[in-house]
């Protein structure tokens, strides 16, 4: 499986982005996926997952602010992020785990590339 983040970039506090993960090779719904962070200077962190039936997990600092959803159909998770902080700046990474649910990393078997997110005040 192949994984390949895209739509980071710049964008002030309080905007919105959208990343974006499309998967490819023997791809299956049956992953769940998720998005983790790393901010400078700091490991890489949980953010959100999302299982084969849509079913959601968020840590707790983006719950409200931030929304994963899958398309399976495109084999594609997205990340839909509002109301940015600073603090929010990161590489953000799309990875796979053959799990029903994790928010651990080791778990997760597939990783994409990572897309970096800044957030300005």
Do not use: H
Not at 16 to 33: D, E, H, K, N
């Amino acid at each position: 499986v192949q994984l390949q983040a895209s739509g980071g970039g710049l964008v002030q506090a309080g905007g919105s982005l959208r990343l974006s993960c499309a998967a490819s090779g023997r791809t299956s719904s049956s992953y769940f996926m998720g998005w983790f962070r790393q901010g400078p200077g700091k490991e890489r962190q949980f953010v959100a997952g999302i299982n084969w039936s849509g079913g959601t997990t968020y840590d707790g600092d983006v719950k409200g602010r931030f929304t994963i959803s899958r398309d399976n159909a495109k084999n594609t998770v997205y990340l839909q992020m509002n109301s940015l902080k600073p603090e929010d700046t990161a590489v953000y990474y799309c990875a796979a785990s053959p799990l029903a649910a994790s928010i651990v990393r080791p778990s997760y078997q597939y990783w994409g590339q990572g897309t970096l997110v800044t957030v300005s005040s």
